[in-house]
């Protein structure tokens, strides 16, 4: 790239072509932006939701009014000798109406209802929900351990998914870059057949040739992913941001610390897919030409 | 073994002169000695049909030679196939003892370097100046500095477009732009000048004008081979040099006999 800048001179302007290269070029890298600001938010969504739910556990007391403090007593008892369960504690009665408020409204009669006794715990490393299972079922009959694994695991696998698709959609607009590139770079060749007739007169050689093509459809890409670059960091800069107490998808999906570093790998990643997309193009096309 | 007639001629330069010998069976052109171009019982076919037949002919060092023949005989042809535009259907080819057939084409590229080509639909690179044509044979060989030194201002001189160095090739006239092509063709130094028909788009006095200056570079010890079918300019350059003509008939070429 660094090589022979005369070699430029020797294929003429493409105007309109090259305008079109560089828009072409923007609109994908702006395109990446946000692909990659997705995979990165669906990332650290999987992260936090697989982190935060891993740690904790609710034990729900289902047990007639009558023996249901006691069986809380006891289930409270069980954990605080249970390896792993770093806190343990039984909600209040207005914490419980404070959850079903949602659904019930503010003035549910909590005691009237079979509402069973819910316990949350914090876990740690050790923790063994099987062993504890067991041990409630032998020494509190009407205790049942969630350990959230049910409804984590579709909750952090759709996460993931979503960051594949980031990554995904990344690499089907590096492809499209390159599809338009060859497009572009074979338009070009055609166009300048007689160009490389007499280039091809005076001697030079087929690396000469493709160089010429190569390095500037190369720094096309580079520029025009450059500023698709910028356009789209500010896009997601001006997205509205979410609380850190209610992250959300949409509300969160711009980039953190060290992430806001990842874009810039999208111009050379353009800039090299363009020189190896030309290039092919370039062979292909040189060793087609008599 | 046909019938075999054999024809001597001297070539220029002076110290440099080599015996043709002319074996009509075998359709043999030949200069004894080693040759910069050779052509070894050449065939070359085109469309289904057969264009060159049994071609042999060797272009010795500082030789002087024309082609000639009536239009569509396959002069252009020929001079394609003796700078490796063209590979031949059958025979072989060699430019500087290396067999065409066996080079790739970044070779066939090197080689080029070797032999300036003055085409008769002369092409250029039209957004770029005269002098940028004309030293596009450095360019493209990496000799930047020399591509815009003084010998180029020098060779634009010889060939008189010095006024005309920083002109588009499409505002030249034809004159203008064979003497262009001329320059662009020898600005390597190459060995050999191959033309074809040079002095196809000019008037007589500028036909006279390139004839000169291909004779100088003959004088040089360049080797040149010009494709024509202008008998006039044949017989005007006889005046000046020893060169040989070669006439393209019935797919074979023939050394010329004396009425040329």
């Known amino acids: 790239m660094a090589g022979d800048r005369q070699a430029d001179r020797v294929v003429p ?132 351990l969630d350990d959230h694994g049910r409804w984590r695991a579709p909750l952090v696998s759709a996460a993931n998914r979503l960051r594949l698709l980031g990554w995904v959609v990344a690499l089907l607009i590096v492809a499209a870059v390159a599809a338009m590139v060859t497009l572009a770079a074979n338009a070009a060749l055609a166009a300048n057949a007689q160009v490389i007739a007499v280039l091809r007169l005076v001697g030079a050689t087929d690396s000469y040739i493709a160089n010429a093509f190569v390095r500037r459809f190369t720094l096309r890409a580079l520029s025009g992913a450059a500023v698709g670059v910028i356009a789209g960091l500010l896009a997601v800069w001006l997205m509205p941001a979410g609380s850190a107490d209610a992250p959300g998808l949409l509300t969160g999906s711009g980039f953190e610390g060290a992430g806001w570093l990842a874009p810039l790998l999208i111009p050379p990643v353009s800039g090299a897919v363009a020189l190896l997309a030309t290039n092919t193009a370039a062979r292909r096309a040189l060793g087609g030409l008599s | 073994m046909g019938e075999q007639k054999s024809v001597n001629c001297r070539d220029p330069p002076a110290g440099n002169q080599i015996e043709t010998r002319l074996m009509l069976g075998h359709n043999r052109v030949k200069n004894e000695g080693a040759g910069v171009i050779e052509l070894d019982n050449v065939a070359y076919s085109y469309g289904g049909g057969e264009l060159l037949s049994d071609i042999s002919v060797k272009l010795a060092p500082g030789s002087f030679h024309f082609l000639t023949g009536p239009s569509g005989a396959g002069k252009t042809t020929l001079l394609k196939l003796c700078y490796g535009a063209l590979l031949p259907t059958s025979g072989h080819v060699r430019l500087f003892d290396a067999d065409v057939r066996g080079l790739d084409r970044d070779e066939v590229a090197l080689i080029r370097r070797r032999i300036g080509v003055v085409h008769q639909d002369v092409q250029f690179l039209d957004h770029l100046p005269v002098a940028d044509n004309v030293a596009l044979p450095l360019t493209v060989s990496g000799r930047h500095a020399e591509a815009a030194g003084s010998d180029l201002g020098e060779l634009m001189g010889w060939v008189g477009l010095n006024e005309r160095a920083a002109a588009l090739p499409p505002e030249l006239s034809g004159g203008e732009r064979q003497r262009a092509a ?64 070669l006439r393209i008939a019935n797919r074979r070429v023939q050394l010329a006999g004396a009425d040329l």
Do not use: C, Y
């Not at chain 1, 828009?23 to 969504?45: D, K, P, T």
């Not at chain 1, 909600?91 to 909590?110: I, K, M, N, R, V």
């Open chain 1, 13 to 144: 302007p493409s105007g309109f072509t090259a305008e079109l290269t560089l828009f072409a070029a923007g609109a994908m890298a702006f395109l990446a932006v946000f692909a990659l600001a997705l995979s990165l938010a669906a990332g650290r969504l999987a992260d936090r939701w697989g982190a935060e739910l891993a740690q904790t556990a609710t034990l729900r007391i289902v047990a007639p009014a009558d023996q249901r403090a006691e069986q809380t007593r006891a289930a409270l008892a069980v954990l605080q000798t249970t390896p792993g369960v770093a806190e343990a504690r039984a909600l209040s009665d207005a914490e419980q109406a404070a959850l079903l408020a949602p659904w019930f409204g503010a003035d549910l009669p909590l005691d009237t209802l079979p509402v069973p006794r819910l316990i949350e715990m914090t876990t740690d490393r050790g923790f063994d929900p099987t062993g504890l299972s067991l041990r409630l079922a032998a020494e509190v009959p009407g205790a049942v």
């Open chain 2, 182 to 245: 001329l320059a662009r063709a020898i600005i390597m130094s190459p060995e050999v000048v191959l033309a074809d028909e040079p002095t196809g788009n000019v008037d007589w006095d500028m036909s006279q004008r390139l004839l000169t200056l291909l004779v100088e570079l003959n004088r040089m010890g360049k080797t040149v081979l010009i494709a024509t079918h202008d008998l006039s300019l044949i017989r005007a350059a006889k005046a000046q040099v020893q060169a040989r003509v």
